[in-house]
T-cell receptor, first 111, second 114 residues
Framework: QKEVEQNSGPLSVPEGAIASLNCTYSDRVSQSFFWYRQYSGKSPELIMS????GDKEDGRFTAQLNKASQYVSLLIRDSQPSDSATYLC???????????FGAGTRLTVKP | KAGVTQTPRYLIKTRGQQVTLSCSPISGHRSVSWYQQTPGQGLQFLFE???????NKGNFPGRFSGRQFSNSRSEMNVSTLELGDSALYLC?????????????FGPGTRLTVT
């Protein structure tokens, strides 16, 4: 089992819709969770961090964390074509300080 | 604040050579992590340095090494290059200590081994 798992996609949504990206992790003592966006040919860009159970909102983005289910998600409201990118889920564990990444989900927002 | 910088941005080397990549973190950040990104393997952790000490190391052979200087700048070295080392090498900086865990990536160094 991979430490951090994401659906590879591609996920395609129409412009203006809600895009839902999911991530599960295997290490129960994981403490910190992050979502990165990576455009083709570019480096990852931090979108959100979340540390506690529940929802965290920042503009059109909402991160949701459920530690009991070992699940973290990212919702993108009013999706725009400029949101088309690969979204990477990342986790830091109490056992080690290195950040482990999922394989990423490719999102396409169609005009 | 200036972001993370990496040099060089592109590099072409031949098998058997060695290469050194450089990373300057965001001012005030004390932790630097290195990653290798390939289409097949995704983002893989190489190592992390904090205050000139290697704190964590990923599952890479000893040909991959790194160091951090007193000004937090970091270098990574790959010796005896193999074709499979062709990848995007990313450096990320973090405040470290109690400053938070968010990592901010540099633009990367694209290494091609021929």
């Amino acid at each position: 089992q991979k430490e951090v798992e994401q659906n590879s996609g591609p996920l395609s949504v129409p412009e203006g819709a809600i895009a839902s990206l999911n991530c599960t992790y295997s290490d129960r003592v994981s403490q910190s969770f992050f979502w990165y966006r990576q455009y083709s040919g570019k480096s990852p860009e931090l979108i959100m961090s979340i540390y506690s159970n529940g929802d965290k909102e920042d503009g059109r983005f909402t991160a949701q964390l459920n530690k009991a289910s070992q699940y973290v998600s990212l919702l993108i409201r009013d999706s725009q074509p400029s949101d088309s990118a690969t979204y990477l889920c990342a986790v830091i564990s109490y056992n080690n300080n290195d950040m482990r990444f999922g394989a990423g989900t490719r999102l396409t927002v169609k005009p | 604040k200036a972001g993370v910088t990496q040099t060089p941005r592109y590099l072409i080397k031949t098998r058997g050579q060695q290469v050194t990549l450089s990373c300057s973190p965001i001012s005030g950040h004390r932790s630097v992590s290195w990653y290798q990104q390939t289409p097949g393997q995704g983002l893989q952790f190489l190592f992390e340095y904090f205050s000139e000490t290697q704190r964590n190391k990923g599952n890479f052979p000893g040909r991959f090494s790194g160091r951090q200087f007193s000004n937090s700048r970091s270098e990574m070295n790959v010796s005896t290059l193999e074709l499979g080392d062709s990848a995007l090498y990313l450096c990320a900086s973090t405040p470290g200590g109690t400053g938070g865990y968010e990592q901010y990536f540099g633009p990367g160094t694209r290494l091609t081994v021929t």
